[in-house]
């Protein structure tokens, strides 16, 4: 680092004269899947409108994945289909093309007057360092403030560069617009040089080996596959935890394996991850699924907070014991669960049902 940063004071201050005032927390909608269509593809296009309120996000996509020549078509079909649909519930977001990319000065430069009050969030892939984060942040002030937009959009990083993630803490800490990340594991690998070739998931390459039975020397030795992403995914969660955003997995290719891909999102909501990429229909209910609580973990942890009373002290449920900690760990479970009941009302009647058993 060099020079003197910014006063904290100033962090919140609009970059651009006239910019809507930044967001002093990001609000925490909903956001298990987040559906991947190609605004250039007609069929994908003309789904969109009927996906409205059956899925947390819709994502236009303008970069990898869509054709080169497609590129100007998918920022046009963007904009129609933003223009045209009410989204209710269900939050827009863009992933816009690489920084270092010919089309991204007009991606912003279109998107943001044509539909910057219908976009929640700009997804910026390749994140290397705040410095990009810097480039966007001051961009999009002073195109809000073109357009007269009177709310902040959101920024949200894709972290598949080995220097974004040993970045990682200064690209969430960058500006207060930073809403998310998502772990990219397809540019990731192929930036670290891994020597895989898949998108997401598992290989059954990297595994460890049980230990030789002495007593049998030659017998089949049981292997444990292990996960790639597991030190990524850790990293990214601490380092949005800390910075008061949201830490998502990314996309799972092997669209027809839906149960690795299950177990790959599960492992990512265990560790703190608030949701996923859907690119493909089926995989929204995978993640809908993943990323709600289920109801034996909302009734479980109802128990502990009836049980725990001002919230302070232990108590034995079942057994086990449970303190300050533990009702910590069960708020944040419920908490969750009452975000998803306020936009899912199926959700919302398996939750109402539990029923906790007064004076445990
Ligand atoms: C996603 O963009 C990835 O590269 O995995
Ligand atoms: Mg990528």
């Not at 998918?74 to 977001?93: H, K, Y």
């Not at 290719?253 to 149960?259: H, L, N, P, S, Y």
Request: hydrophobic share 40%; charged share 25%; with cysteine.
């Amino acid at each position: 680092m060099t020079g003197s940063p910014r006063s904290a004071k100033d962090f919140f201050a609009p970059l651009a004269v006239g910019a809507p005032a930044p967001l002093r927390e990001i609000p925490a909608r909903p956001s298990r899947a987040i559906h991947f269509f190609d605004p250039s593809n007609p069929k994908m296009a003309a789904k969109v409108p009927d996906m409205v309120g059956t899925v947390d996000v819709l994502l236009g996509n303008l970069e990898d994945a869509v054709k080169a020549d497609n590129k100007e078509a998918a920022r046009e079909g963007l904009v129609t289909i933003a223009r045209e649909t009410s989204f209710g519930p269900t939050q827009l977001w863009t992933r816009i093309n690489a920084l270092d990319s010919p089309w991204v000065l007009d991606d912003l430069t279109t998107l943001v007057p044509a539909i910057g009050d219908k976009l929640d969030v700009v997804m910026v892939p390749k994140v290397q360092g705040a410095e990009d984060i810097h480039y966007v942040d001051r961009l999009l002030a002073q195109l809000e403030a073109k357009a007269g937009l009177d709310r902040p959009i959101l920024v949200h990083a894709i972290l598949e560069t080995a220097r974004g993630v040993a970045n990682v803490e200064e690209i969430c800490g960058a500006s207060p617009r930073m809403q998310g990340l998502s772990l990219g594991p397809a540019d990731l690998a192929a930036d670290r040089r891994m020597k895989t070739t898949r998108v997401g998931g598992g290989h059954p390459g990297y595994l460890v080996r049980r230990d030789p039975n002495p007593d049998q020397p030659d017998a089949v030795r049981p292997t444990y596959q292990q996960d790639l992403w597991h030190y990524t995914i850790a990293r990214m969660v601490d380092a949005c935890a800390m910075h008061g955003i949201y830490p998502y997995y990314g996309p799972f290719g092997d669209i027809a394996d839906v149960v690795a891909c299950e177990d790959q999102f599960r492992n990512a909501f265990l560790l703190g991850c608030v949701g996923t990429w859907s690119l493909h229909p089926k995989q929204i209910a995978i993640a809908n699924k993943v990323f709600s609580p289920s109801v034996e973990d909302i009734t479980h942890a109802r128990r502990v907070v009836a049980a725990m009373g001002d919230g302070t002290g232990a108590v034995m449920l079942d057994g086990k014991m449970e303190d300050d900690a533990s009702l910590k760990q069960c708020l944040v479970l419920v908490e969750l669960a009452e975000q998803l009941a306020a936009i899912d009302p199926e959700l919302k009647k398996q939750y109402d049902a539990i029923e906790v058993p007064a004076g445990e």
